[in-house]
């Protein structure tokens, strides 16, 4: 439990996990400053001198999660490798790392453009953003897959489109209460979906 009253010269990296947890447990609206103080054992002048208003310290977190985020998918595609094989593997490991859970309720990202988009003082288009580096990442692990010579751009398109979406759904299911075996069905669609792009 942290300590109500931490010293000044305090880990910034260390509160800002705590407060991501806490916001990622109660979202924006329900988290108070009193909550950031309790949890963070941070006198408030501190936390606003250090972090600024509520706003931007939300604003912080969510560029913060969202560069870990983009970060942590960057790894599984380079881990995934080339073909249909590829994806396939990209899936396992999302099982294995990055699958969201009930637990985590869903990804921090997609929790709050739902119930904050277009509000976050300097990052209002926090939603689109997100889905724009997603949509990017996962067309680069689609497009390893198009056998040589075959590659359609709509194609492509049209089946990162749905694999983004397919992970954006997974994350809302997660913040719904999936548990691990509903989340293992979600994806065990998904590679029976992507069995039928080797025709």
Not at 38 to 47: I, Q, Y
Not at 154 to 177: C, H, K, M, S, Y
Request: glycine share 10%.
């Amino acid at each position: 439990t942290p300590t109500r009253g931490r010293p000044r010269h305090f880990d910034e990296e260390t509160v800002l996990d705590e407060l991501t947890a806490l916001f990622w447990r109660k979202g924006y609206s329900q988290t108070t400053v009193a909550d950031l103080v309790e949890t963070s054992g941070v006198h408030k002048p501190s936390l606003y001198r250090t972090f600024g208003t509520k706003n931007e310290l939300f604003a912080t977190i969510l560029r913060r999660y969202f560069a870990t985020q983009m970060d942590m998918i960057d790894q599984l595609v380079e881990l995934a490798g080339p073909g249909i094989e590829g994806i396939h593997s990209f899936l396992e490991q999302l099982k294995s790392y990055g699958a969201p859970s009930a637990d985590q309720a869903g990804c921090l990202l997609i929790n709050s453009s739902s119930e904050l988009c277009g509000t976050v003082s300097g990052f209002e288009q926090f939603g689109l953003e997100h889905r724009n580096a997603l949509r990017q990442r996962i067309r680069v692990l689609i497009n390893g897959a198009e056998a040589e010579g075959t590659t359609s751009d709509g194609l492509t398109d049209q089946r990162t489109e749905l694999f983004v979406n397919f992970l954006l759904g997974l994350n809302v299911a997660a913040r719904g209460g999936a548990d691990e075996t509903e989340i293992g069905r979600i994806i065990d669609a998904m590679h029976t979906t992507v069995d039928t792009w080797n025709h």
